[in-house]
Nanobody
Framework: VQLQASGGGLVQAGGSLRLSCAAS????????MSWFRQTPEKEREFVAG????????HYADSVKGRFTVSRDKAKNTVFLQMNSLKPEDTAVYYC????????????????????WGQGTLVTVSS
């Protein structure tokens, strides 16, 4: 499975960006699709994801109310709408998925995912 992320760029604080991640194929009917981000100073951290078994979105506390994760099941694509961006949102954003379902408590764990996109850089200027 190959994941192709796109949509990153440079935006001013308070602005918006929409990331997309297209999977070359569907791993399974209920594989989660999630977004993580990483900076040189921090380990990769969970941003948002969709548990496709329950069709429930999950968010990191730092992005709740500002980011929205969604998917187009027919196109094997997941989106991340990012509004009210802050300089601390600056990072390389990665999409990820896996084979099979995921338990809710593991959706935010990078180690639970088997497939990763190449990353797309988001830079938020102050």
């Amino acid at each position: 499975v190959q994941l192709q992320a796109s949509g990153g760029g440079l935006v001013q604080a308070g602005g918006s960006l929409r990331l997309s991640c297209a999977a070359s194929e569907r791993t399974s009917s209920y594989a989660p699709m999630s977004w993580f981000r990483q900076t040189p100073e921090k380990e990769r951290e969970f941003v948002a994801g969709i548990d496709t078994w329950s069709n429930t979105p999950h968010y990191a506390d730092s992005v709740k109310g500002r980011f929205t994760v969604s998917r187009d099941k027919a196109k094997n694509t997941v989106f991340l709408q990012m509004n009210s961006l802050k300089p601390e949102d600056t990072a390389v954003y990665y999409c990820a998925t896996r084979n099979g379902r995921i338990i809710t408590s593991a959706i935010n764990r990078a180690g639970a995912y088997e497939y990763w996109g190449q990353g797309t850089l988001v830079t938020v200027s102050s």
